[in-house]
């Protein structure tokens, strides 16, 4: 079964750290891009970050500098770490799974909400 499960998540200072974690089932893992997606209030979805199987990375202007997306492919497992967090990063944000071919993620996970406070 096609699984992504976030963690990590909570509230945070504006200048703080965070690490979002994504567990992923290995049938989507492979070979695929993954990556962060985020969502804030009264917002449409927005992309965060991704990272092929390769390594290749892609990062919104907004978080350049200051977001690291990493993976381990052996392990299943994708982090997001997030430094200098500032107020306007407040989202819930979302790990997805999506097929290299693809424009638009094929899996989502359930969220995790990050608050950064001013």
């Known amino acids: 079964q096609v699984q992504l499960v976030e963690s990590g998540g909570g509230l945070v200072q504006a200048g703080g750290s965070r690490r979002l974690s994504c567990a992923a089932s290995?049938?989507?893992?492979?070979?695929?891009?993954m990556g962060w997606y985020r969502q804030a209030p009264g917002k449409q979805r927005e992309l965060v970050a991704t990272?092929?199987?390769?390594?290749?990375?892609k990062y919104a202007d907004s978080v350049k500098g200051r977001f690291t997306i990493s993976r381990d492919n052996a392990k299943n497992m994708l982090w997001l770490q997030m430094d200098s967090l500032e107020p306007g990063d407040t989202a819930v944000y979302y790990c997805?799974?999506?097929?290299?071919?693809?424009?638009?993620?094929?899996?989502w996970g359930q969220g995790t909400q990050v608050t950064v406070s001013s």
């Open positions: 997805i799974q999506q097929r290299p071919w693809q424009v638009v993620p094929d899996y």
């Open positions: 990272i092929t199987k390769g390594g290749e990375i």
């Open positions: 290995r049938s989507i893992f492979g070979d695929n891009v």
